[in-house]
């Protein structure tokens, strides 16, 4: 019979006793017992919801009575009667009839403020679940916020939010003020439909007066129980929850408190609350969530981890916490490495990393984009200092200070200014200018740069550009004097024109382009200290003009002398190069190639205010469209061959690749050049003669497009990693098949800056993609299948090749080019299988072959190395022989190269060749330099802090490599250094220092002794490479390199590498020979940057880092607390202020160490790597048993286990933001929330007890408190992708520790699903 509801005679009983009651006028006290009674007898559990309606209904409304009244309050006061439910019946019967019944009206009210805040009573009492559905049933929650759910928690924030809501809306309406609201309408039942005339025929005379009074009054009473909810911790915290995950209908409810506060007459007569108190309360400021720290372990947390004040060091003149920006100045040291090509432009993985670190470091936004400056400025500070190599940077660098990071500024500006602009689309108009003008980020981006005269000495401008640098300089001083500066040139002056002493540096070129990009204006000219020189020292008189961009903007022709000015001087505006693109499209031949040439200049080098513009515009030209007047069977493209021969050997320098990279074009460079490789390495080899008299062939062009493409996708990685299994554990090689997947799904992003009005204003009129539709590598057979064969010759051995079918054709013409002035009997070198090495014959008629396309030609290339090859071991052909051979191949089909790098590369990882004496006679001795080489490679790891065995040859061994190694680095040092040759070497060069590192010593030490004698210049360079072998076979001496990385940035040791700690002895300032005392130490950071990509395994490298971490944490412990004072902490529980200070300078060396220990693991191995960290590594090191005894044997005992933890916590969130982005709109950020939910798990699991944990308790409970403050403060927006059980899993967890602060703070960030359990636990623990 529990389940059972009672029989209808029972709610009619409970009725009649009531009538009976108030008829006799009966003791409310002595009614309500004697209904407690019945319920009882009937069964009925209390209180109950049926009563509540049955007694509500008699009320409302032919029994408004006093008695009546009192009998409910009765009820309510003995719980027979649930008073939320009754708050909810009343606010849908009264609130549309309270001008007719105000006194009823103020009866509710009262019972409202009597019973609302008695929350616990609801969530401790019986049936509260059913309470809650009923309450739902009654107010319609659905209809309302649009949320489904019958959690009894989500319920009551939809339950308070809603009678506040009512009670704005009632306010408004009864001072005539709801009509100003966009709605002109309450959303809740504020009005009924007859009032209006009910109210007309019965407030009449003095009843009348008395109701408009006590209506005034009611409210007045409105308005202070409304401020009553915001001052009540309890409903605050739970409208708090409302406001964080319903941000729309927050958003309408500000809007009508914003209209109460402006106009309410009766908010300004309270005497509870005021205007400004209220706006204050339900500010998006007002933190309302706990704040105070209840438990020891959070006031430990927050009390070592608080920022110093702003009148620290870190704001002192000339200085900068640059440690907080390390990962800045590492990612950008790795980015212009040259080691690689990234798919992903820098400016989005700068702009994520930037706000990530703003987020932790919970700086300022004008500290941030200083520390962002600081690090780009250092950056071309190293390169301006480094000694000559082949792998030039100077432009790299300078992209990156002026194009890519001004990019990042803009993206971080107009980021604030798209929220605030569409906030303001939804706000009145009156208040549209106040939430405009509340943007911070573009006058923390001028109070940063104003900031940059401090640094006065990383100011200083390479002497690449210091005339671009002067020139900025003499235009903000013509333009205070009130001359025209034109369009942005200094067309018609001369730098002898001006005084010395006005000269211009850095900060003059970062303003100019933050001019041009538009988030700074021409009043920064005014700064302080901004001109250098005196207005009086303008000249009247300039010298003769030179022709420049003004030039072709008056449509003057392309005459040499113009193109010449033009490719040498950077365009400033996008006007500039849209008129050049559009010459270049329409304009004669000889003019399309004048206008490709200057697009290929100082334009895309230098040209940093349109720089990613200018290289979109090329990867365009690359794919011209189909002339309107074409026929023909054969490709449109072969009419272009002389304008894209242009733009092919014009971006091939090592600069201009690292610009596609770094502006992220690398995908749609790549799908332009696929089809030229596949048109012009189909076409027989055709010519063409250009006006200028040169000749080029499709083989040329072939041979540019195709070399420049091996370089996008990497080909060169030594094949030891296919043939072995010997792969690096995690990230992905690039393919021609990823490449093209990742700018098929660029077209999408393109696509949807279009669709944003502030991005595609940036977007050129005429950059649209060639094409819109995907691209695949089924659409260029020729490329498939070489890239398939490619694959096989480094996988395996080459299959047999029959005699007489086309390719042995092919063969044995290119071997009788190759060698056709040897004989040697006439025995032929064309192989017939495999590796057989027979003697050679060639035709005339073979020769004819060679005319043959160029795909055609390059199936063959392996076969004729093999022959060549195999000839040579037996002494058929002499190394100098087979050396030229491998040169008059590569002169004939330049293409060849990559597949002479790639075989060659595989055939020394299969060892089957016996190796080759470099002696000096068969092939070139590196005897004159060799020693030095390796006396200098020691020198700079013993200065670095590397120790490994001694690397010099013993006694008179015999100075050996591999034969086919000895074959390609004879064939690169036969190439002259010039310009034509240099877009060679760029291809060979990485390809043969990868594979000289992954050979055994002393192969890349020979490598760098040949070259060494061939450019001297080059010796610091090949030295530095050469060391870096040792990391590939040695990783002890990777691990030592790793912990100089750490005692260096943190300076924890007096070496002369590590003895200031900080950024510079990370990073140093460049390395070379012309440092006093000779070749210097190279800074630990930037070597492990570039042998990072050496070492195979990474998961090794990540263990490492999480072990040096945590001893660096023991190191740091024992540097700034002596034995004797962690005793003496130990005994007062760190309650001593020196205590207090030592620990919290030891904690922000820790965030350090953390910050430099997720930031290799993610330039490691990027993001599969962390999330195997996350997912995987740091369970397992929890787990493991053998931390906590190392935690346990210190003498400083609790402490460095909790330093651990928080160590733990800072490189955990560390890792992950620098992966996954702060925010959700990273592409990354797709796969974070499986991987965090997986890792919470874990947590949760080990908070429950059921994982058993082998760390010391304490370091577990530092990590799990530290990461989740961390994720609370720092990244609130993860928690809205992980589900919510297990977010309730951990919380229950923390309050175990008694936690409940930061428990309710991961509650109240973690979505509307997570707002039921918050709120339940605000009112448990009263906040």
Partial sequence: ?????????????????????????????????????????????????????????????????????????????????????????????????????????????????????????????????????????????????????????????????????????????????????????????????????????????????????????????????????????????????????????????????????????????????????????????????????????????????????????????????????????????????????????????????????????????????????????????????????????????????????????????????????????????????????????????????????????????????????????????????????????????????????????????????????????????????????????????????????????????????????????????????????????????????????????????????????????????????????????????????????????????????????????????????????????????????????????????????????????????????????????????LTPEYLLLVRNSQLEVYENQLKNKKTASRLSRLAHPSSTDPIFMDSFPKLKRWYRQHQECISSILSALVPGNPVHQIVEALIYMMFKKINRGGQPLTPTSGSSSSSASGTDDSFLCLKLPAWDILEAVPFVLDAALAACAHGKLTPRELTTGLKDLADFLPASLGTIVSYFSAEVTRGLWKPALMNGMDWPSPAANLSNIEEQINKILASTGVNVPCLALVGTSPVTIPLPLAALVSLTITYKLDKPSRRFLNLVGPALSNLGICCPWPCMSIIAALWTQKVKRWSDFLVFCAAQTVFHHNSDAVVQLLKVCFTAVLGLNSSSVASNGGVGALLGHGFGSHFAGGLSAVAPGVLYLRVHQSVRNVMFITEEILSLLMLTVKDILNNCLPKEKIEELKKTKYSSKYGLVSLASSMTQVKTAASLAASLVWITGGLNLVQILIKETLPSWLISSIHGSESSSEKSGGMVAMMVGYALAYFTVYTGIFAWGVDLTSPASKRRPKVLEKHLEFLASALDGKISLGCNKATYRAYVTGYISLMVSCTPAWMLEVDVEVVKRVSRGLKQWNEEDLALSLLGISGIGAMGAAAEMIIETGF
Wanted: proline residues 6%; charged residues 20%; glycine residues 6%.
């Fill in 1 to 733: 019979m529990a389940g059972t509801p009672p029989p209808q005679r029972t709610w009619d009983a409970i009725l009649e006793l009531t009538k009976a009651a108030q008829e006799r006028g009966t003791d409310p006290l002595i009614w309500v017992m004697q209904l407690s009674s019945s319920l009882n007898a009937a069964g009925v559990s209390m209180p109950s919801v049926e009563v509540a309606e049955l007694l509500v209904s008699h009320i409302c409304w032919s029994n408004n009575v006093p008695i009546a009244w009192k009998f409910l309050e009765k009820a309510l006061t003995i719980r027979v009667i649930p008073p939320m439910f009754v708050i909810a019946l009343l606010f849908t019967r009264i609130i549309p009839r309270r001008r007719k019944h105000p006194v009823a009206y103020r009866l509710y009210m009262e019972l409202v403020k009597r019973y609302v805040f008695s929350l616990p009573s609801l969530i401790n009492g019986p049936n509260y679940q059913k309470v809650m559905e009923s309450i739902n049933n009654v107010l319609q929650f659905y209809q309302v916020f649009g949320v489904q759910s019958s959690e009894p928690g989500l319920l009551i924030v939809e339950f308070i939010f809603g009678i506040v809501w009512g009670l704005l809306d009632v306010s408004l309406d009864d001072e005539g003020l709801i009509e100003l609201t966009p709605e002109k309408k309450s959303r809740w039942p504020t009005r009924n439909q007859d009032m209006e005339i009910d109210y007309a025929d019965n407030f009449d005379g003095k009843k009348g007066e008395r109701q408009a009074a006590m209506s005034k009054i009611n409210t007045v009473f409105a308005v202070d129980l409304l401020g009553d909810f915001f001052q009540n911790k309890v409903t605050s915290g739970i409208l708090y929850l409302a406001r964080r995950n319903m941000p729309m209908h927050w958003e309408c409810f500000m809007h009508n408190l914003r209209l109460l506060t402006a106009n309410s007459s009766s908010l300004r007569n309270s005497k509870v609350i005021s205007p400004e108190e209220l706006s204050r309360l339900t500010s998006d400021k007002h933190h309302v969530l706990p704040c105070k720290c209840k438990t020891n372990s959070q006031k430990q947390y927050h009390t070592l981890t608080a920022r110093s004040p702003p009148s620290s060091a870190g704001q002192s003149r000339g200085t900068v916490l640059s440690e907080l920006w390390l990962p800045i100045d590492l990612y950008l040291e790795d980015a212009i490495s040259g080691m690689q090509v990234t798919t992903i432009a820098a400016v989005e993985t700068l702009t994520g990393l930037v706000k990530a670190l703003q987020a932790l470091n919970q700086t300022t936004w004008q500290d941030s984009f200083l520390g962002l400056w600081i690090a780009a400025l250092r950056l071309v500070e190293r390169e301006t200092n480094l000694s000559e190599g082949p792998i030039p940077r100077l432009d790299t660098c300078l992209c990156v200070l002026l194009s890519v990071v001004i990019l990042v500024i803009v993206h971080i500006i107009e980021e604030e200014e798209i929220t605030l602009i569409r906030e303001a689309e939804r706000s009145s108009i009156n208040q549209r200018q106040d939430i405009l003008s509340t943007g911070k980020r573009r006058q923390d981006l001028v109070s940063s740069l104003q900031r940059l005269n401090d640094f006065e000495g990383l100011l200083t401008p390479p002497p690449l550009v210091s005339s671009l640098a002067n020139q900025a300089a003499i235009k903000a001083m013509m333009f205070v004097s009130g001359l025209t500066v034109g369009n942005g040139h200094i067309d018609g002056m001369s730098l002898n024109d001006f005084p010395i002493n006005m000269s211009g540096d850095l900060r003059h070129l970062i303003v100019e382009a933050c001019i041009a990009r538009n988030v700074l204006d021409t009043s920064a000219y005014l700064w302080p200290g901004y001109i250098k020189g005196h207005c009086d020292q303008i000249p009247r008189s300039i010298s003769g003009q030179v022709p420049c961009w003004s030039a072709l903007m008056r449509g003057s022709p392309l005459t040499p002398t113009i193109v010449n000015a033009l490719a040498s001087t950077p365009a400033t505006s996008l006007v500039e190069i849209e008129r050049l693109y559009e010459i270049a499209i329409s304009g004669t031949d000889d003019e399309k190639i004048s206008a490709t040439t200057i697009f290929c200049g100082a334009s895309l080098s230098r040209g940093w205010n349109i720089q990613e513009h200018t290289a979109l515009f090329i990867v365009r030209l690359l794919a011209p469209a189909v002339p309107t007047n074409f026929s023909g069977n054969e490709s449109y493209l072969l009419g272009y061959a002389p304008v894209l021969n242009v733009l092919l050997g014009g971006i091939s320098s090592v600069d201009c690749m690292q610009i596609f990279s770094l502006h992220g074009l690398v995908p749609q460079l790549a799908a332009v050049l696929m089809p030229i490789c596949e048109v012009f390495g189909s076409s027989p080899n055709m010519s063409w003669t250009l006006s200028t008299g040169e000749e080029i062939s499709s083989h040329t062009v072939f041979s540019n497009a195709f070399n420049l493409l091996l370089r996008l996708w990497r080909f060169d990685r030594p094949p030891l990693d296919h043939v072995m299994g010997d792969v690096r554990s995690v990230g992905s090689q």
